[in-house]
């Protein structure tokens, strides 16, 4: 059975730091594109952050560039996403999702073969 376990998320303020993290099982960790999506209330699921297989190569949407950064531990089977300078239209849930044999490149909901159940980060002003 595929378990996608976020964990990581709260409340912070506006300029703070927040260290997502993403544990699998049941899946070989390595064969797997990973990513973060989020969803803010009324809005569609948007793209965040991608690693591919190795953890060699790294993408960011631009509203997160510079500020968020993706990693992942394929010995511990876990990928990261380190949130610096939070601000609030950061504030959503955070879906960790892995995309079999992906490319960073297309790495999309539609693409997506196993997702986490999310996890709530609120950023206040």
């Known amino acids: 059975q595929v378990q996608l376990v976020e964990s990581g998320g709260g409340l912070v303020q506006a300029g ?4 997502l993290s993403c544990a699998a099982s049941g899946v070989t960790f390595s064969n797997y594109a990973m990513g973060w999506f989020r ?10 952050a991608a690693v591919n297989r190795s953890g060699a190569m790294t993408r960011y949407s631009d509203s997160v560039k510079g500020r968020f950064t993706i990693s992942r531990d394929n ?6 996403l380190q949130m610096n300078s939070l601000k609030p239209e950061d504030t959503a849930v955070y879906y ?3 995309d079999f044999g992906g490319l960073v490149a297309r790495f999309r909901p539609e693409s997506i073969d196993y997702w986490g159940q999310g996890t709530q980060v609120t950023v206040s002003s």
């Open 39 to 48: 969803q803010a209330p009324g809005k569609e699921r948007e793209f965040v």
């Open 96 to 98: 960790c999702a892995a």
């Open 16 to 19: 703070g730091s927040l260290r």
């Open 75 to 80: 010995a511990k089977n876990t990928v990261y």
